[in-house]
């Protein structure tokens, strides 16, 4: 099993930033994508950005030259820095991880999704 653990979230006016962190712990071999999602009150789930093993990132126009995603493949960890932030990024943001498992009869692939942390912008 994996477990995230999502951070970092909170309110904040216009213009600002804010940093979440994703942790994966358990019985990781390795991380392969790891990425953000957001969904707002009654809209459906939207990417927000992903990177690969290999540190390739992919943005949508919307947060693009705004947001950052990094990771620390030591720590299992990944990031979200959140730059001039508008209302329309108000959603609850999930982090999901790609990856495979060690376990005692070989390796297994993952697909985990955090609990989601709450960003809202607001004056």
């Known amino acids: 099993q994996v477990h995230l653990v999502e951070s970092g979230g909170g309110l904040v006016q216009p213009g600002g930033s804010l940093r979440l962190s994703c942790a994966a712990s358990?019985?990781?071999?390795?991380?392969?994508?790891m990425g953000w999602y957001r969904q707002a009150p009654g809209k459906q789930r939207e990417l927000v950005a992903t990177?690969?093993?290999?540190?390739?990132?992919n943005y949508p126009e919307s947060v693009k030259g705004r947001f950052t995603i990094s990771r620390d493949n030591a720590m299992n960890t990944m990031y979200l820095q959140m730059n001039s932030l508008k209302p329309e990024d108000t959603a609850v943001y999930s982090c999901?991880?790609?990856?495979?498992?060690?376990?005692?009869?070989?390796?297994?692939?993952?697909?985990?999704w955090g609990q989601g942390t709450q960003v809202t912008v607001s004056s």
């Open positions: 999901n991880v790609q990856g495979r498992l060690a376990t005692p009869f070989g390796r297994s692939s993952f697909d985990s």
């Open positions: 358990g019985s990781i071999f390795s991380l392969n994508v």
């Open positions: 990177i690969t093993s290999d540190g390739t990132t």
